[in-house]
């Protein structure tokens, strides 16, 4: 007999003379002659309830029947004459799958806080926080794909390993295969890492933009939806080691282009997630965020405010505020700044563009006023920036000056200056912090309570 998932069950419209349904049990009510035993298989956040008449079962089996457990029931479905549900499942034969000893496992029926949940990264996703959490994260890369094919985009792969740092920050986590005291035996002006498996120094990916350029200006539009890592000693609710990030790159765009694709974007999944996954949304409206909904509603509804990062610095300074960090012209915008412009000031999001060049990378395009790069950043309110991206550098020249000025060895970037020496063309791209854009969905104000196993500075677990 075929296994029918929880939510089809509850969604149905009639009732059923035989329903095979397999989860794990949430609680078990004993009474007298019967026993009411709850069980969810991770398809929504409600509950089936299972009617277990006295004799259905052995007593020894229907008292193993304990919260954790993993059983099979097969039952009729029947209408609930109690309140809270439409159905139950009466139950004609239970078999138990896996035991679960109460006295050890650690989730009961009631309210475990996100750090002791964090303790137990495998077991909470049962818990209903967190299987909402991870349908709407499930639901949301599914609109990433959906919404950038409909454009034309291609989805490309980029490399994990590589041996560039796109942001020219240094902050990559090594890839070796050489033992932990380096190699045996290193001679005098040799390379250290000649005798490891590239033959010179790699790391983990810190954005698949620069490859995604390349196929940019072959295939015109593309994308990278991945991991990507930052070997950043950051302890914030924003920051870890280990992230996903989506990745647009346009050929034959500007910043302006690329300011209305990350608009649309953000709003295409928004909108996506509360038509999608409109009781796990309601999860977290209840119970983690009161002002969720109008906050959404108002994202999707409202047109993102634009402003030069000139003016954005202005406005910081007149708004009366007393900032942890000091507001100056040519200083990066903060959380505090960031959400300061778009919960306080303009109350909605806020797209800041034209940054001064000295705080952003060497591959963003110069402006006529050799001060400012074509970049842009998107806030949102609760989160701060959840977008950043830019028009990139096209012209040969300018680039291999910017490249000189920030240190970087343009003989290691041969093949990203080459686009530029053959058939280089305007093109514009961004990263969209999918962690953030999750936080910022669900209300959640930590980002390791949005990512099933968070990898953060000394924090290896799962």
Known sequence: MKKDRIKEILDSESPRPSVLAKGWVRTRRDAKGFSFVEINDGSCPRNLQVLVDEGVVPAELLGQLDTGAAIEVQGELVASPGGGQKWELKATN?????????????????????????????????????????????????????????????????????????????????????PPTGPEEIKEGENFFSEDFFGREAGLTVSGQLEAELLALALGRVYTFGPTFRAENSNTPRHAAEFWMIEPEMAFADLEDNMDLAEDLIKAMTSHVIEHCPADVELFARFVDKDLRPALDNLIQSEFARLPYREAIEILKKSGREFEYPVAFGADLQTEHERCLCEDVFKKPVIVHDYPKAIKPFYMRLNDDGQTVAAMDVLVPRVGELVGGSQREERLEVLESRMDET????????????????????????????????????????????????????????
């Open 94 to 178: 239970v078999r138990l799958l896996g035991p679960a000893d109460p006295a050890a496992y650690p989730l009961q029926k009631k309210r475990h806080s996100d750090e002791f949940l964090r303790d137990i990264a495998h077991l909470r996703p049962r818990t209903n926080k967190y299987g909402a959490m991870f349908r709407i994260r499930s639901e949301s890369s599914f609109a990433v794909h959906r919404f950038l094919r409909e454009r034309g985009f291609y989805y490309v792969h980029t490399p994990i390993i590589t041996g560039s740092d796109c942001e020219g920050a240094g902050a990559l986590f090594r890839v070796t295969t050489l």
């Open 407 to 462: 240190g970087l060895k343009k003989e290691a970037y041969w093949w990203y200056l080459d686009i530029r020496r053959f058939g280089t063309a305007p093109h514009a791209g961004f990263g969209l912090g999918f962690e953030r854009f999750l936080m910022m969905v669900t209300g959640v104000t930590n980002i390791r309570d949005v990512i099933p196993f968070p990898r953060t500075p000394r924090h290896l677990e799962f």
